[in-house]
């Protein structure tokens, strides 16, 4: 595996890339036991020693698949919730952020679903999934929190709202693996009014 020391140069960064949307590809259309590093490589049509200059074996690709996909959620979601005023407009924006976000990347979620599904315990792979769902329970707290504080909302644990609500954003991820072409933004639309509803003051 390459050494981390040295920066990566431009060429390197693109056949990293590559070799994770390949990754995404054998994960989301054949499924966890199929994505091998050898069916991964023959994907690009490279050898498995290209994969491993980059990677440390198919766990360390993973990881970096997980870390990578919840990166650019964060970079999605982010200034979109962030520029909304607290209370109901918030919560309606990081709803309707996160829904958005899952429609557009439908195949990325599908490979995670195969990621967390597929990997033995203790492998390594859910860290940086459990750091980020962590981070947005954590989001939805401070949200469901300002806008108790903003008059919108009545009273009621937060961290236990904030859990539910990640909990049905989270399911969304098996109703696109029951069916790839379910309706998830009118998902997300019924979940912001039903949340808005039943946190109201």
Do not use: C, W
Request: charged share 20%; aromatic share 8%; proline share 4%.
């Amino acid at each position: 595996m390459r050494s981390e020391i040295s920066p990566r140069t431009f060429t390197e960064q693109a056949r990293q890339a590559q070799i994770l949307a390949a990754a995404i590809d054998v994960l989301a259309v054949s499924g966890y036991g199929a994505a091998s590093l050898a069916a991964i490589a023959e994907h690009i049509g490279v050898s498995k020693g290209v994969i491993s200059y980059y990677f440390a074996g198919k766990d360390g690709l993973l990881r970096e698949v997980v870390a990578s996909v919840l990166a650019e959620a964060t970079a999605y979601m982010r200034p979109r919730v962030e520029s909304a005023p607290p209370g109901r407009a918030a919560l309606r924006a990081y709803v309707t952020a996160n829904l958005e976000f899952i429609d557009a990347h439908r195949h990325e979620i599908l490979a995670l679903i195969e990621i967390f599904n597929g990997a033995a315990p203790g492998r390594g792979v859910a860290p940086p999934y459990a750091a980020g769902h962590q981070a947005a329970v954590d989001a939805v707290t401070r949200i469901l929190e300002q806008g108790q504080q903003a008059g919108d909302f009545g009273a009621f644990h937060p961290r236990f709202a904030a859990i539910a609500l990640r909990a049905a954003i989270d399911a969304v991820a098996e109703l696109l693996r029951a069916d790839q072409e379910a309706d998830v933004l009118e998902y997300g639309a019924e979940l912001a009014r039903l949340f808005e509803k039943g946190l109201q003051a």
